[in-house]
T-cell receptor
Framework: AQSVTQLGSHVSVSEGALVLLRCNYS??????LFWYVQYPNQGLQLLLK??????LVKGINGFEAEFKKSETSFHLTKPSAHMSDAAEYFCAVISYNQGGKLIFGQGTELSVKP | DTAVSQTPKYLVTQMGNDKSIKCEQNLGHDTMYWYKQDSKKFLKIMFSYNNKELIINETVPNRFSPKSPDKAHLNLHINSLELGDSAVYFC??????????FGPGTRLTVL
């Protein structure tokens, strides 16, 4: 069975500082991995995804993530945090042998201090 | 030109009532999903339909019944609402089980 673990339910950074949100996955097949962002009282918006090919994936709003098979990780980074980045971030893996459902991590709330 | 829309956005109702949440997508996708987000923000799949056919039915009480009248719509009907049904319900759609696009959510509060 596939699973996703996000380390740290809450991360706080200063504006302009590096953002690092951690995600580890478990999958018996090559995973398709996603990061979604949820702003308060809104739906989920796709930040980026990894399917195959280049392991460094660039997304919207300056975010990027690197797929590391040896570490079973897909950490999300952004060089310089902005106040508008404050939100809930979800890492997910798609389970193709279970009808294509997304399996989500627990979520990480990012706070950005001025 | 909203891609995935849900109605209503907020739903407040009494225990024991029956309610429906509607979802529509205009992306031409063939697969639609319902997810539940609990009070701790944990997201879990409930149902999935592909071309109007049910393909995922997680361990959900049979008080919950999805209905897909066509590929662009997936509605969720809930009978005999309970306090524990209070949550945010998200509809999503995808093409060939690829990237899923989510609606804005429906916050259900059962009193």
């Amino acid at each position: 069975a596939q699973s996703v673990t996000q380390l740290g339910s809450h991360v706080s950074v200063s504006e302009g500082a590096l953002v690092l949100l951690r995600c580890n996955y478990s999958s018996s097949v090559p995973p398709y991995l996603f990061w979604y962002v949820q702003y308060p009282n809104q739906g989920l918006q796709l930040l980026l995804k990894y399917t195959t090919g280049a392991t460094l994936v660039k997304g919207i709003n300056g975010f990027e993530a690197e797929f590391k098979k040896s570490e079973t990780s897909f950490h999300l980074t952004k060089p310089s945090a902005h106040m508008s980045d404050a939100a809930e971030y979800f890492c997910a893996v798609i389970s193709y042998n279970q009808g294509g459902k997304l399996i989500f991590g627990q979520g990480t709330e990012l706070s950005v201090k001025p | 030109d909203t891609a995935v829309s849900q109605t209503p956005k907020y739903l407040v109702t009494q225990m024991g009532n029956d309610k429906s949440i509607k979802c529509e997508q205009n992306l031409g996708h063939d697969t639609m999903y319902w997810y539940k987000q609990d009070s701790k923000k944990f997201l879990k799949i409930m149902f999935s339909y592909n071309n109007k056919e049910l393909i995922i039915n997680e361990t959900v009480p049979n008080r919950f019944s999805p209905k897909s009248p066509d590929k662009a719509h997936l509605n969720l009907h809930i009978n005999s609402l309970e306090l524990g049904d209070s949550a945010v319900y998200f509809c999503a759609s995808s093409h060939n089980a690829d990237t899923q696009y989510f609606g804005p959510g429906t916050r259900l509060t059962v009193l």
